[in-house]
């Protein structure tokens, strides 16, 4: 299994999605908005939708999605 220590990358740029614990990770957005939120030395959490330049090209950031079967999934 390769990890972001074993490459070339120097960051790493995560969008959450639906799924994800919001409630312990709004609090970091609120404190900045609009900016990407750094989690480690490498990783940064982007906020939705997030647009920005990467090598030279125009990048939109999105995700999550309504859960339309969240009344038949059982915990």
């Known amino acids: 299994m390769?990890?972001?220590a074993n490459t070339a990358a120097t960051r790493v740029l995560v969008v959450l999605g639906n799924d994800e614990s919001w409630g312990e990770t709004t609090p970091l957005f609120d404190a900045q908005p609009g900016d990407?939120?750094?989690?480690?030395?490498?990783?940064?959490?982007l906020p939705r939708p997030a647009r920005l330049t990467v090598g030279g090209r125009e990048v939109l950031a999105l995700a999550g999605?309504?859960?339309?079967?969240?009344?038949?999934?059982?915990?």
């Not at 990407?36 to 959490?45: D, G, P, W, Y």
């Open 36 to 45: 990407a939120v750094r989690i480690s030395m490498t990783a940064r959490l």
């Open 2 to 4: 390769s990890t972001v």
């Open 65 to 75: 999605a309504a859960s339309v079967d969240r009344a038949r999934r059982i915990e």
